[in-house]
């Protein structure tokens, strides 16, 4: 699928995949394969984001994105503050609004933002000049997670166009789900949504994605297969019987793996729980590229501030 190609982004912020066009979502991954090999030096760091502050905001757990948007913010060289709501003044009762406006009186450059409720990016990139990156909210966007999804795909298949992505789990609470969805199919992917009808939010194929109710049909010939965990902390009730019927169901085996394409890759953003979504012998096993993903959220990561940062071709030592 031809794109245009542009040189930079064109908003001050990242909120999403839905505002991306297809140009810049490539621009952001060919800025990360030039960014992957500084993991390699011996000296991990390049002077890019000096003298720039990027404030880390978590109302939510996380572990992978946390780490990576740190380690990606300290290999370009900016300061960062990282905000943990269970010592912050939060727990007090300040709001969202009341927290960055204080933040911002001590002018960030950035603030990487994951928080529960789906639009709260959006509202604060409306109110304050740093730069706003989403890294996850409510059950909206978790946009750079699709981008280091694409990324790795692309990685294995030097393409995404036309590679059959199937996509299985709790998509109803999954934000991974939404932006790997807008993504894969700007870029002309074609995206397979399984899950039970109880996890299977409404009206989602006017994305452009296929629904399945079973596994099996949909794996058939796929290039990518990317497991979802069923998201607890987001649902009252389960909406299933129970864990061991769901992997009966919908649990990624061996067994099942094997009705994929013979070259399929299996993904997974994590936290992954195992005996759920996915038996430990295709986590672990050769078709995995779960840890792969992590590696290269980290260039993602960078890719995104080296541009929203107004960067254009390759950061260099020098740069
Ligand atoms: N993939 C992901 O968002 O993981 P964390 O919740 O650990 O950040």
Redesign the pocket.
Known sequence: MPTDSVQGLAAKDLVGIAPLSAGEIQLILDTAEGLLEIARRPIKKVPTLRGMTVVNLFM???????F?FEVAEKRLSADTLNFSVGTSSVTKGETLIDTARNLMAMAPDFIVM?HPNSGAPHRLAKMIPAAIIN??DGINE?PT?ALLDAFTMRRHFQRLEGLKVVIAGDIRHSR?ARSNAFLLTKMGAEVRFVAPTSLMPVGVEEIGVQTFNRLEPALEGADVVMMLRIQRERQGNMNFPSVREYFDFFGLTPQRLALAAPHAVVMH???INRGVEIDSAVADGPRSVILEQVTNGVAIRMAILYLLAGGHGEPTSDS
């Open positions: 939510e757990p996380s572990t992978r994105t946390r990576s994951r890294a996850g978790h997670q991974v953003p994590g936290p």
